[in-house]
């Protein structure tokens, strides 16, 4: 045995061993690509038996589509030994893409070449299957971003959308199951369902007993898959104007019990597969989850917006309980003193006057006597007596402060009168004079008869809408105007402006009285509709002005509200309904 022979044989050896347990397919050639040695692999993934196999190029293994291609292949090899990815052709004709490393070599003085052939099959699968996760994690992701930019319909289309182009469909719709599970209802297709395949006018709701078998993820409660559906039995049909359906997929989306989603997509080109299920299943659970969430949220701001809402009506209802709680009892109590002191009153006032002429009486006999004095004389010692007393208690100025002294009680007794009048009204004696008037006359009739108290230092602009002519107790409602236009000048302490608006809104009339006047102090401006309440000198302010505006006001249907900033002034403002709903009986 020579030394080359050896060498041959070992290496012989070494294939062998190569070919045996190599996993990938091994292919010795000789420089034409000769098939010269070829492992079981080869034999088992060509399809060829080996004695077959060694008579092939390798040119012939090759997707022919993959020839342009090897001349450069082959050079690159030639050079440095190559690493580099093409598709083989079994013997059936099926292509399937392979690695190929390969390398020349020289054994005396010939040239071979060894290439190691990996099928890349399942690693290409695996390569689209990660691109095909990216893609589709990147569209749940977008699902997400855009739930709280789209309004429900169009999130839904959003969604739809994605589905269609991950799966290759051409349609795609949604429904919701309702709680009863027995109806459903389309809420969402993409643009081009809409486009192409369905001019059919829907229900909105219609029940799952009419649906075709794409409602069997429903009755089934699991994905369902139609991939001849031209051919299957009893399909229900689809609705008029639908075209036509090869294939579909229908996936549940099941929450708890229920069923809430039916999602659909349609005519695939090719076979639909599980992949495209978890698409569909995925993106309906998100879109379901998403859609519940969002409704969850905007039911609990709506919620939380009512509960809001309320709480403040019943602050403001309290308030006001309160407030006409407080007027009726001060009312009762307003009434009762109107009523006592209305006698004595009356009767002190009638008795001075009669006092006053009593007065009168005395001081004409007195001046008789006066006159008789001057006729007796200073002989008369009787009347020394008389004479010295007249100047011990100054007559003459008695005299003239009685009358003086008369004058201011019967002013008093005058106040008081005014007051219990006041109280009387503040106690809505009597409904008399219910009619229909005219407010911008009462504002400016009123207006004429506090000129005097506003002239000086007050302008007054008008700024009237137009207004109806409502119907109330019209001398009631001037004696409101009186009372906010007086206090309207007297919070102005040297000038300012008061403005008078009007306007009606929702069947209601609006006044408006704004002053720029020194303002209420935020402490006070819950009292000073309470009567008596008062930050004027004694003998300017009985604090009764709002009160009995507040009562009338309470008394036509209609409130008072203020708004006020110390230092640059108050704004009065009455509602009043054009007619009240029921007027107490009485005039009119
Ligand atoms: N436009 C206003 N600007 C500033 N304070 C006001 C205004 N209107 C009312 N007030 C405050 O409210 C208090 C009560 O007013 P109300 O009209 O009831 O009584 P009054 O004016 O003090 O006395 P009366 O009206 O009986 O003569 C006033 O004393 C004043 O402190
Ligand atoms: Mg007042």
Redesign the pocket.
């Known amino acids: 045995m020579n030394e080359p022979t050896n060498d041959l044989l070992r290496l012989e050896n070494q294939f062998n061993f190569l070919l045996r347990f190599a996993n990938d397919i091994i292919l010795l050639m000789d420089a034409d690509g000769n098939i010269l040695e070829a492992n079981d692999v080869a034999v088992n993934t060509y399809g060829w038996p080996l004695e077959q196999l060694l008579t092939l190029n390798i040119r012939e293994l090759r997707d022919p589509a993959t020839l342009d291609e090897m001349q450069k292949q082959l050079k690159l090899t030639a050079e440095t030994g190559a690493l580099f990815e093409t598709r083989h052709k079994r013997r059936d004709g099926t292509i399937f893409p392979v690695e190929v490393s390969s390398r020349l070599f020289e054994h005396e003085g010939n040239t071979y070449r060894q290439s190691i052939v990996r099928d890349i099959t399942e690693r290409h699968k695996m390569q689209s299957k990660l691109a095909r996760d990216a893609i589709r994690f990147e569209g749940l992701l977008k699902l997400n971003e855009v739930a709280t930019q789209l309004p429900e319909k169009e999130f839904m289309q959003f969604g739809l959308e994605w589905v269609e182009r991950l799966t290759g469909s051409k349609i795609a719709f949604i429904h919701f199951v309702n709680d009863d599970q027995e109806s459903i209802e389309l809420v969402a297709w993409s643009a081009a369902t809409r486009e192409k395949y369905c001019t059919a006018a829907y229900d909105d709701h219609y029940p799952v007993s009419q649906a075709g078998i794409w409602a069997d993820c429903l009755r089934q409660r699991r994905p369902v898959t139609f991939n001849d559906y031209a051919n299957y039995p009893d399909k229900h049909g689809l609705p008029e104007g639908h075209s036509e359906l090869k294939r579909l997929i229908s996936v549940p989306v099941i929450e708890g019990e229920k069923v809430r989603v039916i999602l659909g997509v349609g005519n695939k080109d090719s076979d639909y597969d599980d992949e495209d299920i978890e698409i569909a299943r995925l993106f309906g659970n998100d879109m379901w989850r998403i859609i519940h969430r969002l409704r969850l949220e905007s039911e609990l701001k709506l919620n939380l917006e009512q509960q809001r809402a309320l709480n403040k009506q019943l602050e403001e209802a309290q308030s006001h309980l309160l407030q006409s709680e407080k007027m009726a009892s001060l009312g009762q109590l307003a009434a009762g003193v109107a009523h006592e002191l209305n006698n004595p009153i009356g009767f002190v006032y009638s008795n001075m006057g009669t006092l006053e002429s009593y007065l009168n009486d005395i001081f004409a006999i007195n001046a008789a006597y006066e006159e008789a004095e001057l006729t007796v004389g200073d002989s008369c010692p009787a009347l020394d007596h008389v004479v010295k007393l007249k100047h011990e208690k100054d007559y003459d100025y008695i005299k003239q402060d009685i009358f003086q002294l008369m004058a201011q009680s019967k002013d008093g007794l005058s106040r008081m009168r005014k007051i219990v009048q ?1 109280l009387k009204d503040f106690s809505h004696v009597g409904n008399e004079g219910w009619k229909w008037a005219d407010l911008h006359k009462g504002l400016d009739s009123t207006l004429n008869i506090v000129w005097n108290e506003l002239k000086y230092k007050c302008q007054v602009n008008k700024e009237y809408g137009t207004l109806p002519e409502i119907y109330c107790i019209a001398s009631q409602i001037n004696q409101v105007f009186l ?2 236009l ?3 000048a ?2 102005i302490e040297t000038k300012g402006i008061i403005t008078l608006r009007t306007g009606i809104k929702n069947e209601e009339v609006w006044v408006e009285i704004t ?1 720029t ?4 102090p935020p402490e ?1 401006i819950n009292r ?2 309470d009567p008596f ?4 000198p004694v003998g ?10 507040y009562g009338i006001m309470q008394k036509h249907q209609g409130r008072i509200e203020v708004t ?1 900033e110390v230092g640059k ?2 704004t ?1 403002r009455l509602h009043l309904p054009v007619k009240p709903k029921s007027t107490p009986s009485g005039n009119n």
Not at 517 to 520: A, E, N, R, T
Not at 540 to 549: E, K, M, N, P, Q
């Open positions: 006041d009372n906010l007086v206090n309207a007297q919070a002053d006047g020194k303002g209420i006070q000073i509709f309440f008062t930050t004027k300017v302010g009985t604090g009764l002005g709002l009160s009995l505006s006020s002034g108050t009065m």
